[in-house]
């Protein structure tokens, strides 16, 4: 079973950047889609992977990235297939970014991958990390 554990969540002032990172263990999907998504303060609606997440960004085995339109130029998602990391470069960070984000992994083609962000249906979550920006 994939498990995935992130970091890099902090607290910074608006404005700032943080690097999130994502391990993935014990296991792939092949094709492989990951993404990040986040949940925003006081949301706790239950949805498809069991409290309602906004899809922040994703990538596919081709590596081909698609991003939220909130995050877009500002955010970056990659992955280093030799460490099994994910990562979100986030830059001209905003109070709203506030959230926990979580990493997330499935299987899927690129276009299975666009429509899984988009319904949340991932296979594997991660617990998440906290990031707090300030104005």
């Known amino acids: 079973q994939v498990q995935l554990v992130e970091s890099g969540g902090d607290s910074v002032q608006a404005g700032g950047s943080l690097r999130l990172s994502c391990v993935g263990s014990?296991?792939?999907?092949?094709?492989?889609?990951m993404g990040w998504l986040r949940q925003l303060p006081g949301e706790e609606r239950e949805g498809v992977a069991g409290?309602?997440?906004?899809?922040?960004?994703?990538?596919?085995?081709?590596?081909?990235?698609r991003y939220a339109e909130s995050v877009r130029g500002r955010f970056t998602i990659s992955v280093d297939g030799a460490k099994n990391t994910l990562y979100l470069q986030m830059n001209d960070l905003k109070p709203e970014d506030t959230a926990m984000y979580s990493c997330?992994?499935?299987?899927?083609?690129?276009?299975?991958?666009?429509?899984?962000?988009?319904?949340?249906?991932?296979?594997?979550w991660g617990q998440g990390t906290q990031v707090t920006v300030s104005s």
């Open positions: 014990g296991g792939t999907y092949s094709p492989l889609c």
């Open positions: 997330a992994a499935a299987q899927g083609t690129g276009a299975d991958c666009g429509r899984i962000f988009e319904l949340g249906l991932f296979q594997s």
């Open positions: 409290k309602a997440r906004e899809g922040v960004a994703v990538i596919d085995s081709d590596g081909r990235a």
